[in-house]
């Protein structure tokens, strides 16, 4: 059983790596430019790695643009502020090791405890392996909130409103659902890296890689089995999808 | 004497009421037929494109479980079709005020699609 399911997966990885289209870097392809008609793709692992050797403590590129991209509002009440990304810090103690510091997002687990106990399945993993919350299922029960060891998921306590400057292609959130990062599924549904990607690279120093890890030519699934990374708590066994090197 | 007087409490409490209720109640059936409320038949503003993706009498019936199918489609399995978007839906219909708000109104239904999603008013 365990065998065939994992030849399928080859197979569908396989699959995957020679539908993939446009080069964005080299080595990193994402889905082909936008078309009429897209689907998700089960041969596709979408993955990011952060060298947190790369990411500048006082740079904020990545969560400002995730803000700006999915109409992510601020409300100024630090206990009921959502955050999609957000910086963290990490110090030792004992001073031996050098402040780090980095971005936490959803971490897209492969078995993500969110979905498990999503009691209306709101939460569901897409075919290409992305965790997401579908809003109109939401009842706003906060089990995924509270089962997320990463903190990624936010209720929303409060009204938000359309602005001027707000992302026509992203909706926003009513109040009392549950909202987390997507890995901006509309970009890449279009073709696109996600925003914070894009905003690593260009106002930051490029700490950010993202890619499809099933596809052995990506750039992200080379360096992730050459380079040493870590993922956050793999006690856990929800094997993440957020690679950190350098930490 | 003590039946004169309660008969004219009767009339008097009565009369307000039938009163009240041959006043207000005609205004408000006749409020039903063109005289106030939805005003006679309804317009709606013409889309600017030639052709619907479905037939418009099909559309009438059905638009809204074609959206819903849409959305689950693109939400959990990513199934984005371009032509059958509610972005697609702007080329042509572009007030939605004036098309799919009337409508709505008129047949008295409240979808919250545009709590959320952006339409160009």
């Known amino acids: 059983m365990t065998m065939a399911t994992l030849e399928r997966r080859a197979v569908l990885g396989?699959?995957?790596a020679l539908a993939a289209g446009v080069t964005l870097a080299?080595?990193?392809?994402?889905l082909a430019a936008p078309a009429e008609r897209t689907e998700a793709s089960a041969g596709r692992r979408w993955a990011m790695l952060i060298d947190t050797t790369q990411c500048a403590a006082n740079c904020t590129a990545c969560t400002t643009a995730c803000r700006k991209e999915n109409n992510v509002p601020l409300f100024g009440?630090?206990?009921r502020d959502i955050h999609w990304i957000r910086k963290v810090e990490i110090r030792d103690k004992?001073?031996?090791r050098p402040t780090?510091?980095?971005?936490?997002?959803?971490?897209h687990c492969e078995n993500p405890p969110c979905v498990h106990v999503c009691p209306t399945e709101a939460s569901f993993i897409r075919k290409d392996g992305i965790v997401l919350v579908d809003e109109h299922r939401c009842i706003g029960c906060r089990?995924?909130?509270?089962?997320?060891?990463?903190k990624a998921r936010s209720l929303v306590y409060h009204e938000t409103k359309r602005g001027a400057e707000s992302n026509p292609d992203v909706p926003i959130r009513s109040k009392g659902v549950v909202e987390k990062c997507t890995f901006c599924v509309h970009?890449?549904?279009?073709?696109?890296?996600?925003a914070c990607v894009e905003a690593c690279k260009g106002e930051g120093k490029g700490a950010m890689l993202f890619g499809d890890l099933n596809d052995p030519r990506s750039e992200i699934a080379k360096r992730v089995h050459t380079v040493a990374t870590k993922t956050m708590r793999p006690d856990l066994g929800l094997k993440p999808r957020i690679y950190y090197q350098g930490l | 004497m003590l039946r004169l007087s309660s008969l004219v409490r009767f009339v008097l409490t009565i009369l307000p009421i039938v009163a009240g209720l041959l006043w207000v109640n005609p205004?408000?059936?006749?409020?039903?037929?063109?005289?106030?409320?939805?005003?006679?038949?309804?317009?709606?503003?013409?889309?600017?494109?030639?052709?619907c993706v479905k037939s418009a009498e099909w559309m009438r019936r059905n638009h809204m479980d074609f959206l819903k199918h849409n959305r689950d489609q693109a939400v959990r399995e990513g199934i984005r079709v371009k032509t059958d978007s509610l972005k697609n839906c702007t080329t042509c219909h572009t007030s939605r005020e004036k098309f799919c708000d009337r409508c709505h109104t008129y047949t008295g239904v409240a979808p919250n699609c545009f709590e959320c999603h952006h339409y160009p008013k």
């Open chain 2, 27 to 51: 205004v408000d059936l006749w409020a039903h037929d063109g005289q106030g409320g939805h005003a006679g038949a309804l317009r709606l503003e013409l889309p600017e494109g030639k052709e």
């Open chain 1, 100 to 107: 780090v510091s980095l971005p936490v997002l959803c971490n």
């Open chain 1, 143 to 150: 089990y995924c909130i509270i089962a997320c060891p990463y």
């Open chain 1, 26 to 30: 080299p080595g990193m392809t994402l």
């Open chain 1, 94 to 96: 004992d001073q031996r």
């Open chain 1, 187 to 194: 970009r890449l549904d279009n073709g696109q890296e996600p």
């Open chain 1, 14 to 16: 396989l699959a995957g």
């Open chain 1, 77 to 79: 009440e630090p206990s």
